[in-house]
């Protein structure tokens, strides 16, 4: 059996090394297809800008946040500020609400929508159906992204585009515009707060009480002057996005070398089940 087995073998090769032109021609054939497809492809542009998120320190609340915390351990303090953690900054940012603010304010219609837009009238075409608020901002939102690396803890904001002059001045855009809202939101927010804390300090007649009250508006008014004076609010830019000089995507060596090899695997797997089959009709 083993002598057999031997001769099989040495018939598969000599019966593969007789179809090689076949293998050859089959594997090239896929590579220019692949080559041809990846030509085909819209090129992606990517442009990167590395983000160190702003602490707000704790060590700016004074002697008596202090006390007025212990006074009213059994309120949530937190509630009367609004945090800037990365990742509630992440969510804002990635939000439905935050983009069609930025699509409008930016006036990115005719980007997003280049082939329905209407450059002369600057209005959609007639003949296309407007595209819904949904899809609009979801388009938007596609392009890019914001993750936290692990390793270091700086946030990396990704945009994508086919234009390559477009990835780097939204990236940067996108900063200023978190920023902007941001420091807005807190704006308000501690504005609100005030209200409502100078309502309640009218209200109260205990000198304890009064205290915390004051402290709490102290946090407040310090929350709204670092909202309205403080340089990198939300992110301290480490690394601002560039145009990119090279395509992101496709990796055309990459998809040719693997049509290659998709069309050396087909072919060598249609020679391998020709060889067997001829020999059970033998």
Known sequence: MSGEGEIRFRDLIAYFYSCKYLIISVSIGFSVIAALISLAITPVYSSQAI??????????????????????????????????????VQSQMTSR????????????????????????????????????PYTIQKKFRDSYSIVKDLKTGLMVLTVDWSDKKIPAVWANKLIE???????????????????????????????????????????????????????????KVIDPAYEPEFRSWPRRKFITLLGLFMGFLASSLYVFIRFFYKRDFL
């Open 51 to 88: 983000l160190a998120p702003v602490s707000k320190s704790e060590e700016n609340s004074s002697y008596l946040s202090r006390v007025a915390g212990s006074v009213l351990s059994g309120l949530d303090l937190q509630g009367f500020s609004q945090a800037n953690d990365s990742a509630s």
């Open 97 to 132: 609400v935050f983009a069609e603010m930025f699509i409008k304010e930016n006036d990115l219609l005719p980007i997003l929508f280049e082939e329905e837009w209407d450059k002369e009238r600057n209005d959609w075409k007639k003949d296309i159906e407007k595209p819904s």
């Open 177 to 235: 515009a978190i920023e902007s809202y941001t420091r807005k939101l807190d704006i308000i927010d501690g504005e609100n707060s005030i209200k409502y804390l100078r309502e309640e300090l009218s209200k109260t007649s205990s000198t304890e009480m009064k205290l915390s009250l004051y402290s709490l508006i102290e946090k407040e008014l310090k929350k709204i002057m670092l909202a309205k004076t403080q340089t990198s609010y939300v992110y």
